[in-house]
């Protein structure tokens, strides 16, 4: 199966910087695209980033991440990261990395990291 484990999270002020990370593992064949959405409490979740595997690939941010954090990969550790600068209380929300994964189990599907908490405030 799939782990996807998530480190990074914390309390930070407004302004600040915090940098998650997702490091997938597991009887994985291949990665698509790897991502964070996150969810504030009595929001839905939505999508803040995600970035596509291989030739031609490419990144996707949502308008409030624009400008302010960056995705980024190292695909041999199969990590995703998420740099978040001029952090703002808005940003408060759990952040869960995602996966489209093939497994010599399962085929592709979208596979969820437990979440860390980002908290920001004064």
């Known amino acids: 199966q799939v782990q996807l484990v998530e480190s990074g999270g914390g309390s930070v002020q407004p302004g600040g910087s915090l940098r998650l990370s997702c490091a997938a593992s597991?009887?994985?064949?291949?990665?698509?695209?790897m991502g964070w959405y996150r969810q504030a409490p009595g929001k839905e979740r939505e999508l803040v980033a995600v970035?596509?595997?291989?030739?031609?690939?490419?990144?996707d941010y949502a308008d409030s991440a624009k400008g302010r954090f960056t995705i980024s990969r190292d695909d041999a550790k199969r990590t995703v990261y998420l740099q978040m600068n001029s952090l703002r209380p808005e940003d408060t929300a759990v952040y869960y990395c995602?996966?489209?994964?093939?497994?010599?189990?399962?085929?592709?599907?979208?596979?969820w990291g437990q979440g860390t908490q980002v908290a920001v405030s004064s």
């Open positions: 995602t996966a489209f994964v093939h497994t010599i189990y399962t085929p592709p599907r979208d596979c």
């Open positions: 597991g009887s994985i064949i291949s990665i698509n695209h």
């Open positions: 970035s596509t595997i291989g030739v031609g690939g490419r990144t």
